[in-house]
């Protein structure tokens, strides 16, 4: 890669001009939703301050780039539901999930799916947020995380998308029923610890999202930080996680993920979304108009975003740069490439 070019990417993302959110991002979340009419706007999960922007940069597996914090913890909103359709793929993968066109009803009896509509309601539905879950959950109705601020009536589970994070809490908790153990747990054991991460990441749910599982008291954690919580990590345990995902699941000689489950995270789906498997956002219709057909990212909040390039070998963790000037960087990133 040209370093001339690779210096003037990074000082794009960099560019005090070009950042998002605020530091204080409990005053930034209560400002987008305090005034909603479904929701209430109470949070039930951790909030910090932001740090600076940053981001790092891996080609062929090798470290070419870093700048900003890349060690520092730091919220990263809906990158958290990649992590959690990882943990319905390591349940998949050891047969805890049979069929993903399965109904979840069959498996969780919680009371979350007795209902005639919830009852139709499969994993493959959940993991792709067509689940039209009806019900409330921590003290959300379904209602409240319509990013339109629409109570929009239950339809047929899986005719229509809808971005909702009391649904994909739902999916959080169901995996925990599944699992029978607390979903940090089974990431670390599973997936981090194989790859190399730190120790520093931490994966929060509410303060009201307790439930009892076998007779123990466990935290069923969010899929996202839009009531606080969610995944915190650095840029460098994302950067391992997005290599994981660009080599499909596989790390050295070990496959941690299956091909298969891979495919079928990265299979869209349709009804006018842009993503596969929770956020593995895809760039079919070329959302970020430089970067591959083929690429794709996990996405949060923030411009949290975990960019994957298999045509250039590319990893990109980027943070706090506003998503009006994301694709600018990639462009600036792709142009590097020699």
């Given at each position: ?7 003037r ?8 001009a ?32 932001r ?18 914090a ?30 993903i ?17 919830n ?25 409240a ?54 120790y ?21 954690v969010?899929?996202?930080?839009h009531?606080?919580g ?14 994981l ?22 299979t ?53 740069l ?17």
């Amino acid at each position: 890669m040209d370093a001339d070019d690779l210096q003037r990417a990074i000082d794009f993302a960099v560019d005090p001009a070009h950042e998002g959110f605020g530091r204080d991002l409990q005053a930034e979340w209560d400002a987008s939703n305090g005034g909603k009419q479904y929701d209430d706007g109470i949070t039930y999960g951790p909030y910090q301050e932001r740090g600076e922007a940053t981001g790092l940069i891996l080609r062929r597996g090798y470290l070419i780039a870093e700048w900003g914090a890349p060690e520092r913890v730091d919220m990263t909103f809906s990158v958290s539901k990649s992590f959690l359709s990882t943990v319905a793929g390591l349940a998949w993968d050891r047969s805890l999930i049979g069929d993903i066109d399965e109904p979840i009803c069959e498996t969780v009896h919680d009371g979350g799916y007795v209902s005639a509509h919830n009852r139709q309601i499969t994993w493959n539905h959940a993991l792709r947020q067509t689940s039209e879950w009806d019900g409330s959950l921590w003290d959300k109705h379904y209602s409240a995380s319509n990013p339109d601020d629409e109570l929009l009536e239950p339809i047929t589970p899986g005719t229509r998308y809808e971005y909702n994070d009391v649904r994909v809490n739902r999916l959080s908790l169901s995996l925990l029923r599944l699992w029978k153990r607390p979903l940090p747990d089974v990431l670390r054991e599973f997936v981090m610890d194989p790859i190399g991460a730190s120790y520093t990441w931490q994966w929060h749910g509410y303060e009201n999202s307790w439930v009892d599982v076998k007779g123990q008291r466990m935290h069923s954690v969010s899929g996202g930080g839009h009531w606080g919580g969610g995944m915190w990590i650095s840029a460098y345990d994302q950067a391992r996680f997005g290599l994981l995902s660009l080599r499909r699941g596989r790390w050295g000689q070990r496959q941690i993920l299956s091909d298969e489950w891979i495919s079928m995270a990265t299979t869209p789906t349709g009804l006018g979304s842009d993503f596969g498997f929770m956020n593995w956002t895809l760039n079919t219709n070329r959302v970020v108009p430089s970067a591959p057909a083929n690429s794709f990212f996990h996405s949060g909040a923030g411009t949290n975003r975990i960019y994957g390039d298999p045509e250039n070998e590319l990893v990109v963790v980027s943070r706090w740069l506003s998503g009006d000037h994301y694709d600018g960087f990639i462009s600036r990133v792709l142009a590097s490439v020699r």
